[in-house]
């Protein structure tokens, strides 16, 4: 018998409360802004099929979005190329960190859009004759996810731009493949600025839920991508979206799913929600400690887990 509890009832702060107490991890601190982050801070979000968006407290304070823009960027990216990008852009995991210097042997494309080297290309092969164009894309792409209009923290791009260094290197890399149109610096400037796009639980919840329901923002009911580009996306996170973590978190969440230096994990539960669990303290693999914890509850409790039959 099932023993799922609806999501439309699902005591969200019991949920808070109790992965609160997780200690443990670090705070990322590549650059100032994320150095400072407070390590307390603890946000969960559901959006649901009917539209409906369920926030903890906290759920409404910003953060910047980090890696948790990949899978939104690769959507952009199949999008905007009419599905080029799929051979540009490999899609298996890697087993190794998110900034690993390393692309495909033989072909030189970056390994999977889930990873830094990924993203750098998936940016630069959205639409667009130069930086700013590319940016405003990709600025009315996220906003349209999120089902409202985001911004760009100018601090925090600026920052990832000046000491992504392993970015820079990720891109000239690609460069000397042949695999990177664009120059190092532009592709290297328009995924800090994607990474630096602010967003909160709630429209990082919704931002899932448009890929979880085939490409359909729930809250709008814009169709921001066909639905075709939605599975390949979730298909995607499945396996790659954990990094060098991918493979334990199928196991035991089970639930397509990105994470980011900011603390924050974007969740696609197809056909049912999406979901955001956000608190800075990583494990080693940069994942939220709090925000892995929330997913597992989630996913026992709603029962989410993609390969479950309860
Ligand atoms: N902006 C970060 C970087 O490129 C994002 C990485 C992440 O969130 N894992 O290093």
Redesign the pocket.
């Known amino acids: 018998m099932s023993s799922r509890r609806d999501p439309r009832t699902y005591d969200m702060e019991r949920l808070r409360a109790a992965v609160f107490e997780e200690r443990g991890g670090e705070v990322?601190d590549?650059?100032p802004q994320l150095a400072a982050a407070d390590d307390e801070f603890c946000a969960i979000a559901l959006a649901l099929p009917d539209g409906e968006v369920r926030g903890s407290v906290q759920a409404r304070v910003a953060f910047?979005v980090?890696?948790?823009v990949?899978p939104f960027l690769f959507a952009l990216a199949l999008v905007d190329t009419d599905g080029a990008a799929l051979d540009r852009i490999g899609i298996e995991p890697t087993g190794e960190a998110?900034?690993a210097i390393k692309l495909e042997s033989g072909t030189g494309r970056p390994p999977n859009p889930m990873v830094?080297a990924g993203?750098l290309l998936t940016a630069a092969l959205v639409r667009g004759d130069d930086v700013e164009a590319r940016d405003e894309r990709i600025l009315a792409g996220l906003s349209a996810f999120a089902g409202r209009a985001l911004d760009v923290d100018e601090e925090v791009a600026r920052d990832?731009h000046l000491l992504?260094d392993?970015?820079h290197a990720l891109a000239h890399l690609m460069r000397a493949e042949g695999t990177l149109e664009v120059s190092a610096d532009d592709a290297v400037a328009v995924?800090?600025r994607a990474?630096?796009v602010l967003v909160d639980a709630e429209a990082l919840a919704v931002m899932g839920a448009t890929l979880a329901l085939g490409g359909r923002n729930p809250v709008t009911g814009e169709q921001v991508i066909p639905d075709r580009v939605a599975r390949d996306v979730v298909s995607v996170m499945a396996t790659c979206g954990v990094?060098d973590g991918s493979g334990r978190w199928m196991r035991a969440v089970g639930i397509p799913a990105k994470?980011?230096?900011?603390g924050a994990i974007v969740l696609a539960a197809p056909g049912r929600l999406g979901a955001a669990a956000v608190s800075p303290p990583l494990d080693d693999q940069?994942t939220s400690v709090r925000g892995r914890a929330a997913s597992q509850r989630l996913s026992d409790d709603l029962g989410l887990h993609v390969f479950g039959s309860a």
Request: proline content about 0%; charged content about 20%; some cysteine.
């Open positions: 990322d590549s650059i910047s980090q890696s948790a990949k998110f900034d830094n993203a990832e992504g392993r970015n995924y800090a990474c630096a990094y994470s980011s230096v900011s940069g």
